[in-house]
């Protein structure tokens, strides 16, 4: 049916046209992507990005999440464009597609298979890497002082049990999830954030204070030369704030990174357009409600507790342990494990689809199964640091290449969108 103009420019009008995506295989496919972003992208990562940013951090978060709805708009719609459907009737597809074929006439049939296959392989090393490595890592972290070799088995036994199940079940799987994580750490956040309501403004004011200062800035900009400004800008902390806060806004909601359009493939949505909608549905999701939650936790924390000083990587659990005690700290130290198996089933299928780009045999999944057990396990004992730096050049790598594909491809997002949507912001 036509869709009015003004259901996209209003936000109640906006969630009618989610609900308008019939059926739950469209929920499926953004609660697949869901899962290979919440938890420990917004636990961990949050807390990562303010240790190593500052509070500035927060506030480069939001700037990257309003780009990033676009962004995400744009690859979920061309994954639904260029979408396939296998034998069985199973619907499939992801950016490698999307690189193969949409530039197919523009870089002929052979140098855009030689790209998407090249893009299919960072996606399995990305879902071994942050989908695997890094979640395995998190849990272990959120479950001391269980061993972390043992933390990091018993994911990998989980993930067997539900290969079991079926890995083209994976969105059943995440469609009961992820919805009821989401609501207990809102519900905890909530608690705390109301608690200490009278901290907010002055908390958001500092964010927005460490993130840039306008004097700073604009007395770099006509006192000093260029040179000297952005080496004024790297020793003030703006770049560092920057850096981490857009690093892990990408890291957390995906945007750009070309994997989330590999779930969003795999539902049977009403349109392009319905199903785009529900990609940015999951970054409002992800960045600026529960990042910001996690921040705004944090914050307070610091402000009481001077946490953030502390480093370390599961500041949040030790956030929540200080305002709920040990009862709250186990409870999101459950979820945060919950959270990593969901990722790493979603990001396994991620993989398993990236290999089905090459071949279709059996023998090459189960050996990406097999790889990616022993990363579950292998993450758990890693050390952080170099799990960061690996995790930040795959995703660095991978959203440089889908930035282009989606300015290349420009024209067919724009056509995805209904004909009076486009004159209204034309």
Not at 251 to 264: K, L, R
Not at 306 to 326: C, E, K, P
Not at 340 to 347: K, M, P, Y
Not at 366 to 374: E, Q, V
Request: glycine share 12%; hydrophobic share 50%; aromatic share 8%.
């Amino acid at each position: 049916r036509t869709i009015r103009v003004g259901r996209i420019l209003h936000p109640c009008r906006f969630f009618r046209i989610l609900r308008d995506s019939a059926g739950d295989s469209p929920w499926k496919g953004m609660t697949m992507a869901l899962a290979g972003t919440l938890g420990v992208g917004n636990i961990t990562g949050v807390s990562a990005a303010m240790v190593q940013g500052g509070m500035g951090a927060v506030f480069w978060m939001w700037v990257g999440a309003l780009f990033s709805m676009a962004v995400k708009y744009g690859e979920v719609a061309l994954a639904m464009v260029y979408q396939k459907k296998a034998i069985d009737g199973r619907l499939y597809g992801g950016m490698m597609y999307v690189i193969r074929d949409g530039l197919a006439e523009r870089l002929g049939r052979k140098t855009a298979y030689l790209l998407g296959g090249g893009f299919a392989l960072l996606c399995m090393v990305n879902a071994l890497v942050t989908g695997t490595i890094v979640q395995s890592n998190a849990a272990a972290d959120a479950l001391h002082p269980l061993p972390e070799w043992v933390s990091g088995e018993i994911l990998a036994l989980l993930t067997v049990v539900a290969l079991v199940y079926g890995i083209d079940k994976t969105g059943d799987i995440t469609l009961r999830l992820v919805p009821a994580m989401t609501g207990i750490f809102l519900v905890l956040s909530l608690w705390v954030i109301l608690s200490h309501i009278s901290l907010i403004p002055s908390l958001l004011s500092e964010i927005v204070a460490e993130a840039f200062s306008l004097r700073a800035l604009g007395g770099g900009i006509t006192g000093m030369g260029i040179l000297q400004f952005f080496r004024h800008l790297r020793e003030s902390g703006m770049g560092v704030s920057l850096r981490y806060g857009i690093t892990r806004g990408i890291f957390s909601n995906e945007a750009g990174c070309g994997t989330s359009p590999t779930a969003h493939a795999s539902a049977a949505a009403v349109s392009p357009f319905h199903q785009g909608c529900m990609g940015i549905f999951e970054v409002i999701c992800d960045t600026p409600l529960l990042c910001t939650m996690t921040a705004l936790v944090l914050c307070i924390g610091d402000r009481r507790y001077g946490i953030l000083s502390t480093g370390g990587d599961n500041l949040t659990l030790q956030a929540f342990r200080l305002f709920g005690g040990g009862a709250v700290y186990w409870i999101l130290a459950g979820m945060v494990a919950v959270f990593a198996f969901a990722t790493i089933l979603a990001q396994m299928y991620y993989g398993h689809t990236a290999i089905g780009y090459f071949t279709g045999r059996k023998q090459a999944g189960d050996m990406y199964t097999a790889l990616t057990m022993l990363c579950t396990v292998w993450g758990a004992v890693m050390e952080p640091g170099a799990m960061w730096d690996l995790a930040d050049s795959v995703i660095c790598l991978m959203t440089c290449i889908t930035t282009v594909v989606l300015l290349v491809l420009r024209r067919e997002i724009g056509k995805t969108v209904p004909e009076e949507i486009r004159r209204a912001v034309s």
